[in-house]
Every structure is written in C-alpha cells, then in structure tokens.
C-alpha cells in the first residue's frame, strides 16, 4: 500500500487541514472532506510539465520516485473524473509513485475549458460533453510519447488508470493502444448515449481491448446498474484474448465514487481493496 500521511484523530485539526487542503481542490468537491488523505512529496520527484500534442501543448501533473533505480520506472496514465485534475488526482500519481511508478496525469480538457474553476454540475458538463473522444486518445498517446523520452520511463511497461469519466476512458484506450500492458477502471460507465463526441461505450468496444482491464465498481452505484456489468461481462467473454482475461470486482456496499476520499462518497474499505488489486494487476501484466 501506498504510504498515506494521515490525520491526527483531533476532530478540529482534521476539521483545519481539510481546509487548508483544499485549497488544490474543484471548486465543485468543496468542502472538502475531512476523511482526506494527504501522500507526501518526500522522495518524489514532482512537477506540472507541458506535453506537445497535434492540437498544441496541454498541462500534466506528473510523479515519480526521486531515487534512480538500475532498471527505468514503469509508467502509469492516471485518467481524472469530471473534475479535472485537482489534488485528489495529484495525490493519486504521488500513491503510485511512492510505490515505484512514474504516474502523470494529463489535462484532457484544457481545450474546452477548466472545470477545476466551475461550481456547478451543468456547467462542468457543458466543458465535459464536447470533448471528443479521439482528441482523448490522440492527447493520451502523445503523453506517452513524451513520457517516454525521459531515460527513467521504461514506457513499454504502460498501465492507465481512471476514475468516474476517466474509467470509462479506461476501457476506451484499452481498445485503441495496442502496447498497453494493463487498465484499471474505477466505476467508469459502460454505457450511454452516442453522438458525434463519443461514438462509442466501453460496451462497443469491449471485445477489442489490447490489454486486459480490472473494472472495479460499486454495487450500490446509482448511476452504473449491475445490467451493464453483465452484459458487459457477456460482451468480453466473447471477445479477444486480453478481453477475456479481463475482470470485474463488485464491492456490495460501496456507492460511486467509492474512492474520492475528498468526499462524502469514500469507502475506506473498498478504496484500500481496489489499491491493493490495481497494484497487483499490475505487476501480472507486466506494467
């Protein structure tokens, strides 16, 4: 597990650094709350980078272990929700980092606005809707290229991770990467509808995926029905190699969201559980 700094029991000191953290935070997930959990930066080498792509340079936080190894660090993608890339997803790509990672996670939506300053959920989908689908995986592939100029990436060893939105973006790109090694996709939707932004669902596309994708999901998640696993369920079985190897992880109790512990939303339990798999699906995948 990743080293977690975690709050002294005091209710008022929890209560004070809850505030003073979220200060990194959307706008959208204040207040933030106090079960939030802080990685420390020591040993880590941390910084917000630029990264070129087609359609011109995007913001990305990057982290990784501030030690060289013999051997270059594998490389994660983290995939944020519909907040952006506020702390929670920085503290993400610190977790993974201190457990050997380099983890970055891009700004999929820069170009149609910064929803990190939004407040509202109508207008986070209004910037959320019409980003299309193959600028996400065009802005993804350039992350990596670009990640892997550096001689500590060893970008053969891919992973991409990603919560809410960015798990459904999860099983997208594990259909479209033919190198990737291994997805995990927290509580990211199968299905919905299609239109010229986002022609297909992870159902479309299930029975294509290059690597094999872990789905880790809420039973009590209202807005990801127990159907859809199914049929997504039905949809890899039938599918290639890396689809069939594929799985899914139901945690009963937990809702969405179940690993946003800067919100209501948290399942301590569930979340630490989903760590520990997505490491160790990993490692069997070879990221």
């Not at 975690?6 to 706008?27: E, K, N």
């Not at 760590?275 to 070879?286: A, E, P, Q, S, V």
Request: overall charge positive; hydrophobic content about 40%; glycine content about 10%.
């Amino acid at each position: 597990m990743a080293e977690f700094d975690r709050r002294a029991d005091d209710p008022s000191r929890r209560r004070w650094l809850a505030g003073a953290a979220g200060a990194g935070f959307a706008l959208a997930v204040r207040p933030v709350s106090a079960e939030t959990i802080t990685t420390s930066g020591v040993g880590l080498d941390v910084a917000d980078v630029k990264i070129p792509t087609s359609g011109g340079e995007i913001p990305a936080y990057r982290a990784a272990p501030a030690q060289k190894k013999h051997e270059p660090h594998p490389l994660v993608l983290v995939i944020h929700e519909i907040f952006g890339v506020h702390e929670h997803i920085r503290d993400v790509c610190r977790r993974l980092a201190k457990q050997g990672y380099y983890a970055i996670a891009p700004d999929l939506f820069v170009r149609q606005g910064d929803v990190t300053k939004l407040q509202g959920f109508d207008e986070i989908r209004k910037v959320v809707d019409i980003v299309p689908d193959a600028q996400i995986l065009s802005d993804l592939d350039a992350t990596v290229a670009w990640a892997g100029h550096d001689s500590s990436v060893d970008a053969r060893k891919l992973g991409i991770t990603g919560f809410c939105w960015g798990g459904r973006v999860v099983w997208l790109y594990a259909a479209h990467r033919k190198d990737l090694k291994a997805g995990v996709a927290w509580y990211g939707k199968l299905s919905g509808a299609k239109n010229h932004y986002r022609p297909r669902q992870a159902l479309d596309v299930g029975a294509e995926l290059y690597a094999p994708v872990l789905g880790l999901y809420g039973g009590k998640d209202q807005n990801i029905p127990q159907s859809d696993i199914d049929a997504m369920k039905k949809v890899l079985a039938g599918g290639s190699a890396a689809s069939r190897a594929s799985e899914f992880v139901v945690y009963p109790q937990a809702g969405h969201a179940f690993n946003a512990d800067d919100r209501p939303s948290y399942d301590p339990h569930a979340a630490a559980d989903g760590w520990k798999r997505m490491l160790d699906w990993f490692k069997k995948h070879g990221a």
